[in-house]
């Protein structure tokens, strides 16, 4: 069966530090992996996704994310964490030809001063 | 570029009321989607559809939810009647096309509380 997980729940950084947050994915065939944003009391907002090609991927907000087909591992990275990061962050999986994405469960980003 | 625009942006109803959501795509994007989204998970896909036809409708509960893309644009999700466990955020997103590795944007959603 398809899935994505995130095995955080919440991660807690302080502001400056660099952030990680965790994405294992399993899919039969080439995975296609996204990373979506939400702030409260609106919809989701695409960072980056990995199609194919290089492992490690640049999107929006300085954020950037590694690909690790030996480790099945999406994990969302960013060098220097701002206040402004933080919200809830969902990993999602793409995997058939009709577009389908699976989601995760969604790790909130909590960046303290 | 606008955005996926969403109406209302909040609703509460009573059970065993109707409800209908709305839901207009970015100019020009081919496939269009309907998620739920329950508080604490990922949104679920109810329905997707590629113009004016339905694609994937696996996860939609027929027996109390619809929805329809008449002209290829714009589309609407109504429940009839509803639970108390469809309270949710109901978003809508959409892809220029229906391929693998599409990007999907979503609108702000609607928010829904069943009383």
């Known amino acids: 069966a398809q899935s994505v997980a995130q095995p955080e729940d919440q991660v807690n950084v302080a502001e400056g530090n660099p952030l990680t947050v965790k994405c294992t994915y399993s899919?039969?065939?080439?995975?296609?992996l996204f990373w979506y944003v939400q702030y409260p009391n609106r919809g989701l907002q695409f960072l980056l996704k990995?199609?194919?090609?290089?492992?490690l991927v640049k999107g929006s907000y300085g954020f950037e994310a590694e690909f690790n087909k030996s480790q099945t591992s999406f994990h969302l990275k960013k060098p220097s964490a701002l206040v402004s990061d933080s919200a809830l962050y969902f990993c999602?999986?793409?995997?058939?030809?009709?577009?389908?994405?699976?989601f995760g469960s969604g790790t909130r980003l909590s960046i303290r001063p | 570029e606008a955005g996926v625009a969403q109406s209302p942006r909040y609703k509460i109803i009573e059970k065993r009321q109707s409800v209908a959501f709305w839901c207009n795509p970015i100019?020009?994007?081919?496939?269009l989607y309907w998620y739920q989204q329950i508080l604490g998970q990922g949104p679920k896909l109810l329905i997707q559809?590629?113009?004016?036809?339905?694609?994937?409708d696996s996860q939609l509960p027929k027996d109390r939810f619809s929805a329809e893309r008449l002209k290829g644009v714009d589309s609407t999700l109504k429940i009839q009647p509803a639970k108390l466990e469809d309270s949710a955020v109901y978003l809508c997103?959409?892809?220029?096309?229906?391929?693998?590795?599409?990007?999907?944007?979503f609108g702000p959603g609607t928010r829904l509380l069943v009383l």
């Open positions: 100019s020009g994007h081919a496939t």
């Open positions: 999602a999986v793409s995997y058939s030809s009709a577009s389908k994405i699976i």
């Open positions: 899919v039969s065939g080439n995975p296609y």
């Open positions: 997103a959409s892809s220029l096309e229906t391929g693998v590795g599409e990007t999907q944007y």
């Open positions: 559809f590629q113009n004016n036809g339905v694609v994937d």
């Open positions: 990995y199609i194919t090609g290089d492992n």
